[in-house]
């Protein structure tokens, strides 16, 4: 009767990976870098503006965004203004150091603001730069730089009667939101070919906005609880021989619990079959006696016999 039941799963596993199109988001995280005094502040609306932007252009790239706001929340990060570069991206590192697997990421984008207000004989004359690199945080390589800046500049009146401090900032968000959404175009463009350089696949999407679809793999957390060694073990095994796991990595492992990340390609719903499948695989266990709970990408396996 278990080996009915086995095959029935397998069958089922195998039908359904034949019918299914996988297509997973890449992720990404971003981050804002304002140590050049001459660079626009964190702190700013502007920069704001800015980096919401960017994170509209990379979702409709098909890229899963990690934001400094993420990071803030669960990870009780906190990122202070004027902090250099080589600390920003320590701070992305330690991220990927954690038991967290959803604030986690391969890739990096670290990006700076640059205005400028020119005094013309009869009016103002306002542009803005945006520049910044695009990095392997397993490698530390940067994969990528890029550099936007409008061709043409904006008008802004020279009397402060008519234009005041208030309203040159509001100009310089406004444009700077115009740049960003132009920058952010490019940038995908840019991230599409820094997934290839590290293995990723990029393939055209035929959506109207002309964006880029990534198949890459999305990492899970991954709890056994209540898994011997030799179960554990074995269970790795099977997951790695579906070929649908792309990478296993043991987190942490204490008494009674192993915290691992996967990487796959596949939807929850074929993992969880994935994910039984293997566990049938261990003679040792009864499948009844299973709790699988999943839960967005965190997943939590636990033996109650």
């Known amino acids: 009767m278990k080996i009915i039941t086995k095959l029935i799963y397998l069958i089922a596993i195998i039908f359904t990976i034949n019918i299914v199109q996988v297509n997973a988001q890449t992720r990404v995280v971003i981050t804002g870098e304002d140590s050049n005094k001459n660079s626009i502040e964190r702190t700013s609306e502007v920069f704001k503006r800015v980096i919401s932007q960017l994170q509209e252009s990379l979702s409709r790239g098909n890229y899963y965004v990690i934001d400094e706001d993420m990071l803030g929340v669960k990870l009780g990060f906190s990122f202070n203004s004027r902090r250099p570069k080589t600390e920003l991206i320590e701070t992305l590192m330690v991220a990927n150091q954690t038991e967290d697997a959803t604030v986690q990421s391969r890739l990096a984008v670290v990006f700076a603001i640059f205005p400028q207000v020119k005094d013309l004989s009869a009016t103002r004359k306002l542009e803005v730069r945006i520049r910044g690199d695009v990095y392997d945080l397993e490698t530390l390589r940067p994969l990528a730089n890029f550099e936007y800046k ?4 904006y008008l802004i009146p020279k009397n402060s009667s008519q234009c005041d401090s208030l309203c040159v900032e509001e100009a310089l968000g406004e444009k700077s939101r115009e740049v960003a959404r132009e920058l952010g175009d490019v940038l995908t463009k840019k991230l599409n070919l820094a997934v290839q350089k590290i293995g990723g696949s990029s393939q055209s999407s035929s959506s109207d906005s002309g964006a880029s679809s990534i198949n890459m793999s999305k990492t899970y957390n ?3 609880i209540r898994l011997n060694a030799v179960q554990s073990l074995q269970f790795k095994k099977s997951l790695e021989n579906s070929g649908q796991i792309k990478n ?5 492992r204490a008494e009674s619990s ?8 596949v939807d929850l719903g074929i993992l969880e079959e994935i994910l039984l499948e293997s566990l049938m695989n261990i003679d040792t266990i009864n499948i009844d006696n299973i709790r699988l709970n999943m839960s967005g990408t965190d997943i939590e396996v636990e033996n109650l016999g």
């Open 150 to 153: 409008p061709k043409k500049a």
């Open 222 to 224: 991954l709890n056994l």
């Open 248 to 252: 296993i990595k043991l987190l942490s």
């Open 258 to 265: 192993r915290k691992m990340s996967i990487d796959t390609a």
